[in-house]
């Protein structure tokens, strides 16, 4: 973007006592004389004031405010006097001409006098930085001030010099031509002002975290410039006054590793970076603070938990962690101040770039605890021996360290020849490495390790296994002999026949090479031993010999051994079959004892060698159905490659093990949950272990997996499955039981009888979750949820319930909610009750219920709505009173729990019409003027003044059912009306009503102030 840029990183402590440093882009001063484009993108939420898009006062108080100071001339009688005139500030000068300046720019003249002239913006939040567009010209020097005012009230200035010693003066970063310089010089003293103006595009950003709050564009006359040493008005001119909304929060926050897998005992960085935008290619650099959090893994922070970023040109900063313990850890942060906008609020990047919803997950491993070595006891002095090294984070290896090692192979006692040199490396990720060294002299030899980085922890920090399995205190002597047998029988799954090539050897003449010892046929001893463990069940077998005295593949390896005939090539190699059906760490020697021509010949050879079980089979599984969240049990077998019990399998030094996992089959879809499984084998007893412990909190089928990684540090990994189809060979798993919930009474505190609540099963697991996997709907497959039968769990018998089935396809996510459920009474003249619901069905014997759970129910009441008649004048509204009763057991009450029944003006029927005298009439009419709303029980449905001011009587129902015409005992005709839907409100009303089923209804007079038979003859007042 810039083609030439000069940029000043100085000393600011000059007479201001300010110091700077560099720190990093835009740190001090910058100065720009040429670019592309205007003004440099440099941080997120920067804005710019350009004097025509957007101005000073656009921005606002919330952004800035601005003055201006103009330097008045000497005046008598109100004039300037002659070669004085007064300064002036515009913010809206056109175009000059400039390099850069575009539209409206602002424009600060001094005019002449002894004053300044300046525009001061103060930032209402302070800047880390400020940017402008220069006019600026250096004929008359130290005219033209931009003072930067900073939050500690230290005040940066620059100036329109060229002073190259001065670290104030922009023009020293300038290009200078002394052609046109000289040419201004001039004609600047003829005519008394600058002919040549440099656009500069000037940055300049604290470099200790210090803000900036306010810029003073200042100018001032030029003294003797002119024409005969005349004063001269100078003119700056400013555009682009570019900044950083302090006030904005950031995006977010990032926290990166330079790995998701690290070690315990080892410095982790941590960096914290504040992010302007999404992909943070904008750094926020307004200053953040905040704390670090770590869960999981015990460890510490240097310096602390607490990070600040100030403001300034640097987004980051780094905490360092030490894990004190091994296994996940989670990053987090909290106390961000300001807290970030996006949601969430900061990026995890554990070897990745950070992004949002990446895992924030570290997984740490256990330290390095020591090195080991490992080769033959016996070895020959014609050939390389290879030592195997291997880095362990535990004592008995059964962990890896993986972190990176560097060493040396050290072998004293004698010649000692690397062929690749004796340094090894193990990089990042691996465990273990290879090194050849040839012990030349037939003599014994002492293998160590030296110069190891990192340190290990134990002590001793190598552990030797010649011949053996590498151990504390385990012997790291060697002996070479000058001819004996070479073979390596690889590791390999136990039942498993492998092809062993056996090199008869000896030292070459007049050299270190081998060379074959004989050829032909010739009868060599093997025999085994047991290692880990160090006894065992059955023997080696080589070429189908059992290595015993008795040959038997049933016995134990024993002293004696086995001969075996084997036929030696010309060069000395004879192949044979190593068979070995257990498990464990396995010991194979071969001797020869020449005779007549080979007498005095005596030859031993040795290798070890680690047989893994074929695979875990799975017996006595728990069968389905197994209620979620309850125990289960199973039995895990280690087998040979013929499916054979391989019995040392758990009687190793530091037993072996097995891990178990869980795998959901069914249900699959969008709404299948995997659930939380837990529990683990036993130790295992003659290649048995036993779990009952085991647990899955979901509902469905699935699969249990045994798996053991990296047995005896073979290399080889064991794993057995119970299926891997698409049902599972475990479960179904069912619910534990169901809890079933009502919502609030329909009414209040209490629900009619026959009116409609809300009730909800839930089906739980042993712990009272939710299980979600009990759903009907399609969001999983297949459905594993089932039709539930309900029914009152008491006071059953008082009457019954709308609905006893919840069909399968109700179940949600393991929830099933019913809306319209009733339960009625038998008898309308039924005290008040509770009635618990319950919920329960059977699968395959077994039964989930809600008995002796949350079993919720409404409390019920025997309900009916009564009206009564009503009197009253023609000329004005009449209230007809409603009352709603209960039954109390022994008499119809006020029901004053009742503040919930609502009766509308449609569910009012009106007819048939009366005038005084009795007779049918359609001459008047009468309507109520709003809905009822009961209160305490008790309401009045107002009715309107007669049309006409007529006299009469009307007969009224209220349609408490749902057809069109209510159902009461009022005389007919009757119009239709609206029905309620209350019917739980009926009763026994009116002559005709034989049940508990007829609406009320009453009599509105108008006309009549009281009925005749409450008019007094005579009243007299007592005093």
């Not at 060229?162 to 310089?181: E, I, P």
Request: glycine share 10%; aromatic share 8%; hydrophobic share 35%.
């Amino acid at each position: 973007m810039l083609n030439r840029f000069y940029k000043l990183l100085g000393q600011w402590l000059l007479a201001l006592g300010l110091v700077g440093s560099s720190l990093g882009a835009w740190a001090g001063l910058s100065v720009y004389t040429s670019w592309g484009a205007l003004p440099p993108t440099t941080a997120a939420n920067q804005r710019t004031v350009d004097f025509s898009t957007n101005t000073i006062a656009s921005e606002g108080a919330g952004r800035m405010t601005s003055a201006t100071s103009v330097g008045d001339c000497p005046r008598f009688l109100g004039l300037c006097l002659l070669g004085t005139s007064p300064g002036n500030v515009s913010l809206t000068a056109t175009n000059a001409g400039l390099a850069g300046f575009a539209g409206n720019h602002a424009a600060i003249s001094s005019g002449v006098n002894d004053n300044a002239t300046s525009l001061r913006i103060t930032f209402t939040n302070p800047t880390p930085y400020v940017g402008f567009l220069w006019g600026v010209q250096f004929n008359s020097e130290n005219t033209q001030f931009i003072r930067l005012t900073l939050e500690n009230n230290n005040v940066v200035i620059l100036k329109n010099c060229r002073t190259s010693w001065d670290a104030q003066c922009v023009g020293a970063y300038v290009s200078a031509n002394w052609l046109a310089d000289v040419y201004n010089l001039l004609l600047g003293w003829l005519f008394g002002d600058a002919i040549q103006y440099h656009s500069v595009y000037v940055q300049y950003q604290p470099d200790n975290g210090v803000r900036i709050k306010q810029v003073e564009f200042q100018t001032f006359e030029c003294r003797n410039c002119g024409f005969l040493s005349a004063d001269t008005a100078q003119t700056m001119r400013i555009d682009f006054v570019t900044y950083v909304d302090g006030a904005v929060a950031p995006h977010h926050l990032r926290l990166s590793t330079p790995s998701s897998s690290v070690f315990s005992n080892a410095d982790v960085p941590v960096t914290v970076t504040a992010c302007g935008n999404a992909d943070c290619s904008q750094p926020y650099i307004n200053g953040v603070t905040g704390t670090l959090t770590v869960s999981g893994v015990a460890g510490s922070y240097t310096p602390s938990a607490s990070f600040s970023i100030p403001a300034g040109p640097v987004n980051s900063t780094g905490v360092t962690l030490r894990f004190t313990a091994t296994g996940t850890a989670t990053l987090g942060m909290s106390a961000h101040t300001p807290t970030p906008t996006n949601t969430p609020r900061f990026f995890c990047g554990m070897g990745v770039t950070p992004a949002s919803g990446n895992s924030c997950n570290l997984t740490v491993g256990a330290a390095l605890h020591h090195v080991r070595v490992a080769s033959g006891a016996t070895g020959l002095t014609c050939t390389p021996n290879t030592y195997t090294i291997t880095a362990c984070s535990n004592a008995d290896c059964s962990s890896l360290y993986t972190g990176g090692l560097s060493g040396s192979l050290s072998v004293s006692g004698g010649s000692v020849h690397y062929p690749t040199g004796a340094a090894f490396s193990i990089t990042p990720g691996a465990s273990s490495t290879t090194v050849q060294a040839q012990l030349t002299q037939a003599q014994a030899y002492t293998v160590g390790l030296t110069g190891l980085s990192p340190a290990p922890s134990s002590a001793p920090a190598v552990y030797c296994g010649m011949g053996a399995t590498p151990s504390s205190g385990g012997s790291c002597s060697q002996t070479m002999a000058e001819a004996g047998f070479l073979f390596d029988v690889p590791n390999h799954v136990a039942g498993d026949s492998q092809s062993v090539n056996i090199s008869a050897v000896r030292k070459a003449d007049n050299s270190l090479a081998c060379a074959p010892a004989f050829t032909g046929s010739k009868t060599v001893n093997f025999r085994c031993s047991y290692s880990n463990p160090t006894t065992g069940f059955v023997p080696v077998r080589v070429a189908g010999n059992a290595l015993n005295a008795g040959n038997n593949a049933a016995a134990v390896c024993d002293g004696t051994g086995r001969s075996v005939a084997l036929n030696f090539n010309a060069s000395g190699v004879a192949t044979a079959a190593v068979d070995y059906a257990d498990a464990g760490v396995v010991g194979l020697t071969a001797s020869y004892t020449g005779s007549g021509a080979d007498a005095g010949l005596s030859m031993t050879g040795a290798d070890t060698f680690v047989a893994a079980p074929a695979s875990f089979a799975f017996s006595d599984v728990t069968a389905g159905p197994i209620k979620a969240g309850r125990n289960f049990a199973a039995t895990v077998t280690a087998v040979n490659r013929a499916g054979v019990k391989t019995s040392n399998f758990g009687r190793e030094t530091s037993a072996a093990s097995a891990t178990l996992s869980f795998t959901r089959r069914q249900p699959t879809g969008t709404g299948a949950q995997n659930g939380t499984f837990s529990g683990s084998l036993g130790a295992f007893s003659s290649g048995v272990a036993t779990a009952s412990n085991l647990s899955w909190s979901e509902v469905g089928n699935a699969d249990l997996t045994a798996t053991s990684s990296n047995y005896l540090s073979s290399g080889l990994n064991v794993s057995g499955s119970t299926g891997s189809g698409p049902a599972g060979a475990v479960g179904p798993f069912v619910p534990d039981h169901f809890v079933v919930e009502v919502g609030a009474q329909a009414c209040g505190t209490f629900t009619y009888s026959g009116q409609t609540f809300s009730m909800t099963v839930r089906a739980r697991n042993a712990a009272n979750a939710v299980v979600a996997n009990f759903d009907g709907s399609a969001n999983t497959s297949p459905n594993f949820a089932r039709a539930v039968t309900l029914s009152a769990a008491t006071n059953a018998g008082l009457g019954s319930l709308a609905t006893t089935s919840l069909p399968a396809a109700t179940f949600s996510a393991g929830n099933a909610t019913l809306a319209t459920q009733r339960f009625t009474f038998t008898d309308k003249l039924t005290a008040p009750a509770s009635v618990t619901l319950r919920a329960a069905y059977t699968e395959s014997g077994v039964t989930v219920s809600s008995v002796g759970q949350t079993e919720q129910g409404p409390s019920l009441r025997s309900g009916r709505l009564r009206l009564f008649n009503a009197f009253g004048s023609e000329k004005s509204t009449l209230a007809v009173p409603i009352q709603v009763h209960y039954w109390t057991g022994k008499a119809w009450a006020i029901n004053a729990a009742d503040s919930c029944t609502v009766i509308q003006t449609g569910h009012v029927a009106r007819g048939p019409y009366r005038d005084h005298k009795g007779a049918e009439t359609a001459t008047w009419t009468t309507t109520p003027t709003g809905n009822v709303t009961v209160s305490s029980g008790t309401g009045s449905l107002v009715l309107s003044a007669p049309t006409g001011g007529a006299t009469g009587t009307v007969e009224l129902a209220v349609n408490l059912g749902s057809a069109a015409t209510d159902q009461s005992c009022a005389s007919t005709p009757r119009p239709s009306s609206t029905g309620a839907q209350q019917d739980w409100l009926r009763a026994l009303n009116g002559s005709c009503a034989s049940t508990h089923d007829r609406d009320p209804s009453a009599r509105a007079t108008f006309g009549v102030f009281k009925p005749e038979t409450s008019k007094a003859v005579h009243a007299q007042d007592v005093f």
